[in-house]
């Protein structure tokens, strides 16, 4: 790294700088976090652009790179307007060493925008060309030797948040049933068929896990009360570990045989101890009402 990303700067954002060095990876990230997050977009409206989103200036990020025409000669003189008006507006440029960007585009589907000669050409050829842009920049980010993780961290920073922050985690806990597959988007997934199941009880059989007498009966049952607490404790420990590593959205799936009775009831249980957690739970049932009675 030529200069750390440590100074907590908020927004607005102009991203630029070398094909393949990471440039979407970082305005992705901005877009977890909250930013308004515009790619590509022509010299002639970026000031329209800033002029819109005035009330929330602070959150956006424009991408603007070797693709967008005029960049190097027009740019600059744009950027210095915007910077008069705009004094919080930072320039990040994006780079990485000439060996890392040609191995990174030995294994890339899409091709350098320059596509007129070879990769090590264009390599040369777009750093050549945004070395003006470069000269402006507030922070210069060598991704040589940093992986999405750290780049993401990176954004926390300088997007003025904190590194491992929950409230930017999406949690949803998700009950199903086997027969019908688990979620595919799952991170976590729990089989609570070992449970005592309302099924064969002949007046519980048609309710659900979050009808009253069913859930007095599992309430009742020791081994159900014992299930959810360990489950509970294992979640809630998971989850701060999960945001340290940055991740945007986990999903908890919960799981039994018909998707009705144990598992509505554990997922219902387990959505509840988030939320007296402080966490914003999604809570859905998704094949509960597809079971038939028999």
């Known amino acids: 790294m030529r200069r750390v990303a440590e100074p907590r700067f908020g927004g607005p954002f102009v991203i630029s700088g070398l094909s393949g060095s990471g440039k979407t990876v970082l305005s992705r990230s901005f877009e977890d976090i909250g930013y308004l997050c515009v790619d590509n977009i022509p010299l002639e409206l970026v000031g329209a652009l800033f002029e819109t989103t005035h009330r929330d200036i602070e959150r956006l990020v424009v991408v603007l790179d070797v693709r967008t025409r005029g960049m190097a000669n027009e740019f600059p003189s744009i950027f210095r307007q915007l910077k008069e008006r705009y004094p919080n507006l930072r320039l990040v440029f994006v780079e990485a060493t000439p060996e890392v960007l040609l191995r990174r585009y030995s294994v890339a589907r899409r091709p350098h925008p320059?596509?007129?000669?070879?990769?090590?050409?264009?390599?040369?050829?777009?750093?050549?060309?945004?070395?003006?842009?470069?000269?402006?920049?507030?922070?210069?980010?060598?991704?040589?030797?940093?992986?999405?993780?750290?780049?993401?961290?990176?954004?926390?920073?300088?997007?003025?948040?904190?590194?491992?922050?929950?409230?930017?985690?999406?949690?949803?806990?998700?009950?199903?049933?086997?027969?019908?597959?688990?979620?595919?988007?799952?991170?976590?997934?729990?089989?609570?068929?070992?449970?005592?199941?309302?099924?064969?009880?002949?007046?519980?059989?048609?309710?659900?896990?979050?009808?009253?007498?069913?859930?007095?009966?599992?309430?009742?049952?020791?081994?159900?009360?014992?299930?959810?607490?360990?489950?509970?404790?294992?979640?809630?420990?998971?989850?701060?570990?999960?945001?340290?590593?940055?991740?945007?959205?986990?999903?908890?799936?919960?799981?039994?045989?018909?998707?009705?009775?144990?598992?509505v009831y554990v997922a219902d249980r387990v959505a509840e101890a988030l939320a007296g957690a402080g966490r914003e739970v999604v809570l859905r049932h998704r094949d509960k009402e597809q079971w038939r009675f028999t």
């Open 114 to 263: 320059l596509r007129d000669r070879g990769i090590a050409d264009s390599i040369a050829a777009e750093r050549s060309t945004l070395a003006p842009i470069r000269g402006l920049a507030d922070l210069i980010v060598d991704t040589t030797a940093l992986s999405p993780h750290d780049l993401r961290r990176q954004v926390v920073a300088m997007g003025g948040g904190e590194v491992g922050r929950q409230d930017t985690l999406t949690v949803e806990v998700e009950s199903f049933s086997y027969l019908q597959g688990v979620p595919s988007t799952a991170s976590l997934v729990f089989d609570v068929r070992f449970l005592p199941n309302p099924y064969f009880r002949q007046e519980l059989r048609q309710l659900a896990g979050d009808d009253e007498p069913v859930k007095t009966w599992l309430t009742g049952q020791e081994e159900v009360e014992e299930a959810i607490r360990r489950i509970n404790d294992l979640v809630l420990y998971l989850l701060p570990l999960y945001g340290n590593e940055l991740k945007s959205q986990i999903t908890i799936a919960v799981g039994c045989t018909g998707g009705r009775h144990r598992s």
